[in-house]
């Protein structure tokens, strides 16, 4: 099936780059080490045989394999709860022929190659509503969600995930890992209140990282790609200046999280399922807890709820669609996402002088003018940028019969991970199916049903493809707002209504609070750097709940 997404009037790019080639730029970025957590990237090598069934582990990021738990639905029982659950245990496992997968993940590859410059970006695949940055502060929740912080003696006990150790409560596991005392690495040495921030070999802020480039971080998966890394280091940023503006440890932390959180819900999941449902979802508030309205999502054991695998397997990966080949990370610097050693943006290495973001390429900055070539992300639909249909050795190891190919990678793992159908998921949500005829998917061998996640990013395209459909929208508001519900220490739950100092708050004032626009490559924040403090009505005396580590 080949996706239909046609150009739209006003969104698609002029033909012919307003700057040219950049010329140069290849050479300055080759001699920059990329160095991951085995030693210097090695040439990529092809995949084994697109029949074969290949290999699903040994990946991380974009490339994971199974993480502990998620084969719950098959190896203990769709009812059973642990790390993970079923979301629709009712529902049976869709098991189409290996053969159809792996053809239809060949389909959902675009071929398009990276360009030199956003600027030529004329194909109707961008997205005019949602930033480039928000396919990564997606993939920054998505492993906060899903980090496993259990120690590995209890996982050795427990290799199948029934008992729920940690949770995916959004709560910075990623930035405070376990706190200063079980993880003193991941704090300043000289006043462990603050996070430990490095700096790159130009004196520039940077993760702290080891000899070999690593970053010392609570989640190796946020230096994937340096985008996250860099947007990780925000968050690192944002903690030391609530620190710096006086506030304790546990008050710096519970700021930062409920900022994170906040953007979570009044502008991560606005843009990707549409404000309306999030409104709807919401409750008024009043004077305590907002309520979330919760239909699918029931999680056994409220206070360490499960993930669905519908969700986490199936329609959170809608994010893998809007990944770009390329990203302008400042003015006249358009990098490829994954390519050719040292000329990509794959991470575990110091952040390059040349791949540093000036975050106005990557999301509203207040006061700040918007570039006319502004990376956006690709539409929500089933196609995938070419730089996913090989994944580099730093993501997937290139062993024999690994597949490399994410779409092929997402097929078969929700197969062998027991995920219904898309057409039984929307009729168990009371939608009207979409045939498989609508989706493009004619052989017989389907049976007129359709993969979960292929549903959920087909749905989203028939749609316009500038959200997700009803089925995937859902899932995702539920799971996200539910888990938030659960969370006592959560801002939806503070005794005393809270938000940020000055509202609207989104991505962009985020960003300026941390101080991360300080050091842009540009310098075209236009703001007093000192001017953000703690917001008078955030002061760390106003504690709304007690903190909790």
């Known amino acids: 099936m080949e996706s239909s997404s046609p150009s739209r009037p006003g969104v698609s790019r002029p033909g012919v780059s307003r700057r040219g080639a950049l010329a140069g730029l290849a050479a300055g970025l080759a001699a920059l080490p990329v160095v991951g957590a085995t030693g210097a990237h090695a040439a990529p090598r092809r995949p084994a045989p697109a029949a074969a069934p290949g290999v699903l582990s040994r990946g991380t990021g974009h490339g994971a394999g199974e993480l502990r738990g998620s084969g719950i639905a098959v190896t203990v029982g769709r009812k059973a709860e642990g790390r993970f659950g079923v979301m629709f245990p009712k529902l049976p496992a869709f098991s189409p022929d290996d053969a159809l997968l792996v053809g239809l993940a060949q389909r959902m590859i675009d071929r398009t190659p990276p360009l030199e410059d956003v600027s030529l970006s004329n194909d109707g695949f961008d997205n005019p509503d949602i930033p480039a940055g928000f396919a990564y502060l997606g993939q920054f929740i998505d492993h906060d969600m899903t980090l496993d912080r259990t120690p590995l003696p209890a996982q050795e006990l427990d290799p ?26 991941l704090y300043d040495p000289a006043d462990p209140r603050r996070m430990r921030i490095g700096r790159t070999p130009d004196g520039l802020p940077d993760l702290p990282r080891r000899a070999d480039g690593t970053a010392v971080i609570g989640d190796h998966r946020n230096d994937e790609n340096l985008i996250i890394a860099q947007f990780h280091l925000a968050f690192l940023q944002a903690h030391n200046r609530f620190v710096d503006s006086g506030a304790s440890f546990q ?6 999280r409920w900022h994170f959180q906040w953007l979570i819900v009044h502008d991560f999941l606005p843009r990707i399922v549409g404000r309306p449902l999030v409104r709807s979802m919401l409750g008024a508030g009043g ?3 907002v309520a979330v309205d919760r239909r699918f999502y029931r999680p056994g054991n409220p206070a360490r709820p499960m993930m669905p695998v519908e969700y986490s397997v199936g329609a959170y990966r809608f994010g893998h669609s809007m990944v770009r080949a390329e990203y302008e990370m400042n003015d006249e610097v358009t990098i490829p996402f994954f390519g050719s050693p040292s ?5 575990s290495r110091p952040i390059p002088a040349a791949a540093r973001a000036d975050w106005n390429y990557f999301f509203d900055l207040p ?3 918007a570039p006319d070539d502004r990376n956006l992300t690709r539409l929500i639909d089933t196609k995938l940028a070419l730089p996913l249909a090989e994944l580099p050795p730093t993501v997937v190891q290139h062993v024999d019969g690994a597949i490399l190919n994410l779409a092929q990678r997402n097929l078969l793992r929700g197969k062998r991970l027991g995920l ?3 057409q039984d998921v929307a009729r168990a949500m009371g939608v009207a199916p979409i045939s498989n005829d609508r989706l493009g998917l004619t052989e017989p061998g389907w049976n007129g049903r359709a993969p979960l996640w292929f549903y959920v990013l087909k749905e989203a395209e028939l749609l316009g493809g500038r959200t997700l459909g009803p089925v995937g929208g859902r899932i995702v508001a539920e799971v996200i707002l539910g888990v938030l519900s659960l969370d006592r220490s959560s801002f939806l739950n503070a005794a005393t209504p809270w938000t940020p100092g000055a509202t609207p708050f989104a991505c962009g004032d985020f960003l300026r609070m941390a101080g991360a626009l300080e050091n842009m490559p540009t310098g075209n924040e236009d703001e007093d750097p000192e001017r953000e403090e703690v917001p008078e009505d955030e002061h760390p005396e106003d504690e709304h709940v007690e903190e909790t580590d």
């Open 160 to 185: 199948k995930g029934l008992t729920n150790f940690d949770t995916p409560f959004f709560d910075l596991g990623s930035v405070y890992g376990r706190g200063p005392a079980a993880d003193p690495q």
């Open 251 to 256: 008050e710096a932390q519970r700021l930062t």
């Open 420 to 422: 219904p159908a898309g």
């Open 287 to 289: 004077k305590g807890p």
């Open 367 to 369: 006061g700040v003018s």
């Open 343 to 347: 000329n990509d943006l794959r991470g």
